[in-house]
């Protein structure tokens, strides 16, 4: 396939509904996600982490509310420009490249993903995304 065909872009597009930021296990955040983070909502990591962060194992995840949504979601994610990697990779997740039949999965609980795509476009999409993280184009 030529490489101009391979966007992400045509595959998902959020549709804010606010489904996947409730529950599901928690959102971790990596060291760069806690300091883009806190500079943005104007604390120091370690305050962040104390005061907007959960333990989940050994790895800090983002507090949730007692509703079960993100503690930054609010009708919208307030931390968008800087929200964590795991929420900007969405969906294109590394573990599509294990089984990307779970693309089919995924799009039953996001509206915002278009289910009816084959999977060899799924996975050349994730390694197009996975590439862009790693040249910091995303
Ligand atoms: S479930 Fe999908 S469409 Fe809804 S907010 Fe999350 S990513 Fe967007
Ligand atoms: S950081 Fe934003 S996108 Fe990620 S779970 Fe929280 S509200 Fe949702």
Request: charged fraction near 30%; aromatic fraction near 8%.
């Amino acid at each position: 396939m030529p490489s101009e065909l391979i966007d992400p872009d045509a595959l998902f597009e959020c549709r804010q509904c606010g489904d996947c930021c409730k529950g599901y296990g928690g959102t971790y955040v990596t060291r760069k996600d806690i300091e883009a983070i806190s500079r943005y909502i104007g604390t120091d990591p370690r305050k962040f982490v104390t005061e907007y962060c959960q333990l989940s194992g050994q790895r800090s995840v983002l507090a949730q509310r007692t509703d079960g949504y993100c503690i930054f979601w609010d009708e919208l994610c307030t931390i968008h420009p800087v929200k964590p990697l795991m929420c900007r990779r969405w969906p294109f997740v590394k573990s599509l490249l294990v089984d990307s039949r779970n693309w089919q999965i995924m799009a039953d609980s996001c509206p915002g993903i278009r289910a009816d795509v084959p999977v060899r476009t799924v996975e050349k999409c994730v390694k197009k995304i996975l590439s862009e993280e790693r040249r910091g184009l995303r």
